[in-house]
Every structure is written in structure tokens, then in C-alpha cells.
């Protein structure tokens, strides 16, 4: 396993503000939400990150093409392993870090274009940044935004380079 990234404490305190749009309310509700932008923005692809707001996807018939979950919601409730993926990745990403494995992982699932469950031995989070840049604009990459509701991030250029931001303030880790 090789660490990319390692989260810096500055920017721990800048990534609890939502970087897309946030959808307050009860998963009917922000499922209610999401089916109007799924509606009138046409992502060309979902790719959710977290555990609940994945299975709530699911749920709802959203069916992200990529689903990036560690299996734990808010770190000690099991989530229950979703069927019907095409495929099963597993990676190691510690909690503060992204690995080079993760990258990897997220960047050949968005390529191959199967539906893939990336499950994670560490913690999910951070991987958000990956799959923004990574994933086509217009896409959606999904995230939970605990005690709230989810954030939607439209990709575009704008968030590609502020993705890319974020990861240049993180230390960069050769192993």
C-alpha cells in the first residue's frame, strides 16, 4: 500500500463544509430532491461515496455506476453488502489518507464502465476528491453529509481544479 495523500489538519477543518450542493432532510426526502436533478441535469453518470447515501441510491433506483463504501456508517454500524454489481474491488485507504491503490481502483471502475463497488478497508471519505476528478463532467458524485442530508457535486472543471487544490495541500507521500 502506497499513501498519495495525507490529510493535513487545515484542511480537515476546510472539507467538513460541503463542496457540492447540500440536500438537507430525511433520505425520502433528499432522494424526493435528487430524482428533480437527476431529471433536469442528466449526469452522465452517479458515483456515490459513503455507506447510507449508497444504499439509499440503491434503494431509491439511482444505481450509481460506482459505489464507494467501506461497509461502516458513522464507524460502527455494519451496512448490509448490496447485490447486483457487475463487480467487487477491494482496497486499503487508512482513515486521513488516499493510496495510490484507491486512485487507482475509482479511475479503472469509471473507465471499464461496470457497475463497481469499491469497498474500502480504512475509511471512504476523502475518496470524493478522486472521483471528481476522475469521473466525466456532468457527472454526480454523491456524498452523506452526516446528521444532514447528502451533498451533490456536479463535476465540471471548476471542481476538477479545486479537487486538484485540495490534494496539492495535502502532504504528498512517496510510500
Given at each position: 500500500?502506497?499513501?498519495?495523500?495525507?490529510?493535513?489538519?487545515?484542511?480537515?477543518?476546510?472539507?467538513?463544509?460541503?463542496?457540492?450542493?447540500?440536500?438537507?432532510?430525511?433520505?425520502?426526502?433528499?432522494?424526493?430532491?435528487?430524482?428533480?436533478?437527476?431529471?433536469?441535469?442528466?449526469?452522465?453518470?452517479?458515483?456515490?461515496?459513503?455507506?447510507?447515501?449508497?444504499?439509499?441510491?440503491?434503494?431509491?433506483?439511482?444505481?450509481?455506476?460506482?459505489?464507494?463504501?467501506?461497509?461502516?456508517?458513522?464507524?460502527?454500524?455494519?451496512?448490509?453488502?448490496?447485490?447486483?454489481?457487475?463487480?467487487?474491488?477491494?482496497?486499503?485507504?487508512?482513515?486521513?489518507?488516499?493510496?495510490?491503490?484507491?486512485?487507482?481502483?475509482?479511475?479503472?471502475?469509471?473507465?471499464?464502465?461496470?457497475?463497481?463497488?469499491?469497498?474500502?478497508?480504512?475509511?471512504?471519505?476523502?475518496?470524493?476528491?478522486?472521483?471528481?476528478?476522475?469521473?466525466?463532467?456532468?457527472?454526480?458524485?454523491?456524498?452523506?453529509?452526516?446528521?444532514?442530508?447528502?451533498?451533490?457535486?456536479?463535476?465540471?472543471?471548476?471542481?476538477?481544479?479545486?479537487?486538484?487544490?485540495?490534494?496539492?495541500a495535502m502532504k504528498s507521500s512517496k510510500s
Amino acid at each position: 500500500m502506497t499513501l498519495a495523500y495525507i490529510l493535513t489538519p487545515e484542511l480537515r477543518k476546510k472539507l467538513k463544509d460541503p463542496f457540492g450542493s447540500l440536500i438537507q432532510g430525511s433520505p425520502d426526502q433528499t432522494m424526493d430532491k435528487m430524482k428533480g436533478l437527476v431529471e433536469s441535469e442528466k449526469p452522465s453518470r452517479i458515483i456515490s461515496v459513503g455507506d447510507v447515501v449508497s444504499r439509499n441510491l440503491h434503494l431509491y433506483n439511482f444505481d450509481p455506476q460506482v459505489t464507494i463504501i467501506d461497509n461502516i456508517s458513522q464507524r460502527d454500524q455494519p451496512m448490509p453488502h448490496e447485490e447486483g454489481v457487475e463487480k467487487t474491488v477491494y482496497v486499503e485507504n487508512p482513515q486521513g489518507t488516499i493510496t495510490k491503490e484507491a486512485m487507482i481502483a475509482i479511475e479503472e471502475a469509471l473507465e471499464s464502465g461496470e457497475h463497481t463497488h469499491i469497498v474500502v478497508r480504512g475509511e471512504e471519505d476523502l475518496l470524493t476528491l478522486i472521483a471528481v476528478l476522475y469521473a466525466p463532467e456532468t457527472a454526480f458524485v454523491v456524498y452523506g453529509q452526516p446528521y444532514s442530508g447528502i451533498v451533490v457535486v456536479k463535476v465540471t472543471s471548476e471542481k476538477k481544479a479545486q479537487a486538484k487544490e485540495y490534494l496539492k495541500a495535502m502532504k504528498s507521500s512517496k510510500s
